[in-house]
Every structure is written in C-alpha cells, then in structure tokens.
C-alpha cells in the first residue's frame, strides 16, 4: 500500500470521544474503534494486521517514537501527541497515552493507547518542538535529536511525561 502524500487538510473529531487501538509487540494493529478507522480513512481491514506507523506523518520526529517504544518496552505507560496522516494524506492531532498489557507472569504481550483530542494550545507548543527535533535529525541524525530533547528536559528540570503533561 502506498504512503499517502501529505496535504494541509486537518480532520479533527469530538473531545469528549475516545480513539483506541491495541497492537501485538511488533506494533501491528490487532485491534482499532470505530473512530480509529473514521478518523484514519483507512477500512478495518486495511489497518488489522499492519503496522501502526501505517499512520506515522512525516512531521512526527523519529525521536518521539523512539521515546515511546523505549518507555513501553520498560513496562511503563507514555502519554505523547502525535500527529496522524490519513489515508487521504489528511492530518489528525491526538494526546495519546500507551500503555503495556500483560500475561499472567508478567510478560508483555502487546500495547493499548487511548487516545484523546488535544488542546490547541498544547498542539502549538509542541508543533514547535517538533520542528526542532526533525531539523536535527535531517541535519545531524537521530542521536542529535535525542540529545536535544534530553537537555531540554535537564534544563527545564522535568522528566518527558511531566513536560509533557504540563503543555
């Protein structure tokens, strides 16, 4: 399936729904919503059995993710806006928060994120992070883009999840 091309087209859905989807531990989608696929133009077919980052928009800094499968893959929860492309190459906003399920000894057995619209003012703060972070990956690689996060957070004096709360 080819990627789509991005336009400036945004889609927006109703704070008080609920986007959810679960993927196995390789991140490919095992279930989604009603308004996952609606939000995503893609059927249920089309996302069932394929990788999340079916979704990923080229705005969306490698570090982020990056962030995210290394904190999940601990066992812990991240919360992270991220901005989706829709198969129409239409853009969506979300404030996700993913988290690990678990067998009975403990063992992780794939990821749940529930998603939720984000504040506008949190999407403007952040939009400008992002730009950072993928000028520094485009010009010095991901390991640049990390570090920039990192001192951003050492200078602020918070982790991720508390930055990323406070927006």
Same mark, same amino acid.
């Given at each position: 399936?080819?990627?789509?091309?991005?336009?400036? /087209?945004? +889609?927006?859905?109703?704070?008080? /729904?609920?986007? +959810?989807?679960?993927?196995?531990?390789?991140?490919?989608?095992?279930?989604?919503?009603?308004?996952?696929?609606?939000?995503?133009?893609?059927?249920?077919?089309?996302?069932?059995?394929?990788?999340?980052?079916?979704?990923?928009?080229?705005?969306?800094?490698?570090? *982020?993710?990056?962030?995210?499968?290394?904190? *999940?893959?601990?066992?812990?929860?991240?919360?992270?806006? +991220?901005?989706?492309?829709?198969?129409?190459?239409?853009?969506?906003?979300?404030?996700?928060? !993913?988290?690990?399920?678990?067998?009975?000894?403990? /063992?992780?057995?794939?990821?749940?994120? +529930?998603?939720?619209?984000?504040?506008?003012?949190?999407?403007?703060?952040?939009? /400008?992070?992002?730009?950072?972070?993928?000028?520094?990956?485009?010009?010095?690689?991901?390991?640049?883009?990390?570090?920039?996060?990192?001192?951003?957070?050492?200078?602020?004096? !918070?982790?991720?999840?508390?930055?990323?709360?406070?927006?």
């Amino acid at each position: 399936m080819p990627k789509p091309i991005p336009n400036n /087209n945004e +889609v927006t859905f109703n704070e008080d /729904n609920i986007i +959810v989807s679960k993927t196995d531990t390789h991140g490919k989608i095992t279930y989604c919503n009603e308004l996952f696929i609606k939000m995503s133009g893609y059927s249920e077919m089309e996302l069932i059995d394929k990788p999340h980052s079916i979704l990923r928009h080229p705005d969306m800094p490698r570090a *982020i993710f990056k962030l995210l499968w290394e904190t *999940i893959q601990a066992k812990e929860e991240i919360n992270a806006y +991220v901005k989706n492309l829709c198969k129409d190459g239409s853009f969506y906003w979300v404030f996700a928060n !993913v988290t690990p399920s678990f067998d009975e000894k403990d /063992n992780i057995i794939g990821y749940f994120s +529930v998603r939720r619209k984000p504040k506008k003012e949190s999407i403007e703060l952040i939009k /400008n992070l992002y730009i950072k972070l993928l000028q520094l990956e485009k010009s010095s690689g991901l390991e640049a883009s990390m570090k920039y996060l990192q001192e951003l957070l050492k200078e602020k004096g !918070v982790s991720y999840e508390e930055f990323i709360i406070s927006i």
